[in-house]
């Protein structure tokens, strides 16, 4: 997969589905990130695979650890490309007032 993906541009798209049942409410989400992977050495890629690291990974890397340094750049959320949206989340759950930011003084 890791050979496949190196030296594309690929997509990573995350479908979410948020439900609070006792105001029988339901919202669907979808967030759509473009991510950049220059070509690497076989060598490179199973030094990488070696760590471990890519064995758990629905695209058989982790921008968030080691595998960051397959990625030149994103077009997106980078908390899609990690696995969960986190900015379009927290917008539903303020629209919904589940999430209400405490108030904070600030100093001058």
Partial sequence: ML??????????????????????????????TRVNMPPQDRTILEAYIATGEPMDKAGSYA?????????????????NVVGLPLTEILKILLDWKTVIPAETKIQS
């Fill in 63 to 79: 921008i968030q650890g080691v595998g960051g340094f397959l990625v030149s750049d994103i077009r997106g959320s980078y908390t």
């Fill in 3 to 32: 050979s496949n993906l190196c030296g594309t541009t690929h997509e990573v798209i995350t479908g979410c589905c948020i439900m609070h049942k006792a105001a029988n409410r339901c919202e669907r989400t979808s967030v759509s």
